[in-house]
């Protein structure tokens, strides 16, 4: 569901529900940091951080961020330490910091299971924020967006406290690049071991599921079965991609896992995407999973992360039927087709993406080149486009791209304001199936609670 969306309240309620509630790993250093300028209202984050166990870590990120009152309004957040192949320690602080307190406000005031979902492609930041989660107590992780075939033994190595490292995928790279989280060396050691959570793999085909199963090394604890309605980012169609009418990937049967084969591999799976109505859950059931992951429903509920006016403009679109999700091939500087609910007011809107400055300031979804043997730059086919070529990249791959990192900040209220006053504008998505919404609506006119959402799936 993006950044923050799936937040700590929200995952709080669902997992107090007796359900996994799952938080949104992505950039969690960046929302950290700008929640800590913005005053920490409420003192959650400061509350969380006054139990993490290694106190001058926490002193550390609090003096660099924390604004007693918050900052002003028109006055930009101060920069994050961007992702790189040899991180600070700062930046790395900051990383588990994060991710720790996410985890411990969702996991606050009661005995429900709580996990964190990460992106593959973001590898610079998993070991950092995946040491944090854990070190929260987080009993499960979820990875996406790519093959994550090493996190089974980097959860195993981070739970002893052990040195840990994942191979960096590095474009033009002759030799093997790894990015890593000595945690002694960051903590001062004497921790006691922690209680490794269960890893779930998010995969789109039974090929992959195969694959990472025939492998102690590589084997998950389960399997996410996403299909092409899923919000967020989608699996490319296999084979050439072809466009509609519309500008939308075609996607047809070659893309749909076959459940009769992943269920074959042994593990626990739930599936994902279309799977938001009561009926989908029996459906699901009956085809040996274990449950499904939702999204849309929870991203629309009164905990949601999205910034109201933006909830509200979609409750307002689902009730008379304007509103639209488009699976947009080039808005993510990845590759991936990404969906994208057609809203006004933000870069869904042609003309307001093309009046937006190109600019990577936080460069989460920037990409390792090699620009020699050993020496390594980053890229972001959303940066500005003389830039992007200059590190070797194509003028094809930056047409229609948007900057997901700015936008996805900016839909949870925490988007950047410029000196020179221009402020970021949102860019929301949302999973194509609105079938369980439109019902809920026509139950809840005003709205629904996470709890309602659940009651709703689980009859």
Known sequence: MGVAVSSWQLAKAVART????????TALDVVVARRLQDGDLDGDIRRALADFPIPSIAHHVLRKYFIEGGKAPDKPYAPVPKLGLKATVKSLELSVIANYAEVWLAKEGHDGLVGINFLEKIQMATPSAAYGAMLAGVDYVLMGAGIPSE????????????????????IGGTENYAVGLDPVELTG??????????????????VLSAYLAKDE???PDGFVVEGPPAGGHNAPPRGRMVLDDDGQPIFGPRDDADLVKVADVGLPFWLAGGYGTPDKVAEALSAGAAGVQVGTLFSLSEESGVENSLRLDMLSGLADGTLEVRTDPRASPTGFPFKV????GTQSDQAMYEARPRLCDV???????EKEPGTVGYRCPSEPVHMFLKKGGTL???VGRKCL???LLTNVSLGQTRKDGYREEALVTLGADLAGVTDLLATYPDGWTATEAVAFLVG
């Not at 609910?341 to 006004?344: E, F, K, N």
């Open 217 to 219: 090394a590589t084997r």
């Open 151 to 170: 996190i089974p033994r980097m959860l195993t190595e981070l739970a002893r406290h052990d040195y840990s490292e994942i191979g960096l995928h590095v």
């Open 189 to 206: 050691g004497g921790l006691a071991p922690l209680r490794r959570p269960h890893f779930l793999a998010i995969v789109s085909s039974h």
């Open 396 to 398: 094809e791959e930056t």
């Open 341 to 344: 609910a057609t809203l006004a």
């Open 405 to 407: 990192c700015n936008a």
């Open 363 to 369: 460069g989460h979804l920037r990409v390792a080149f």
């Open 18 to 25: 007796g359900q996994l509630g799952v938080v949104s790993g």
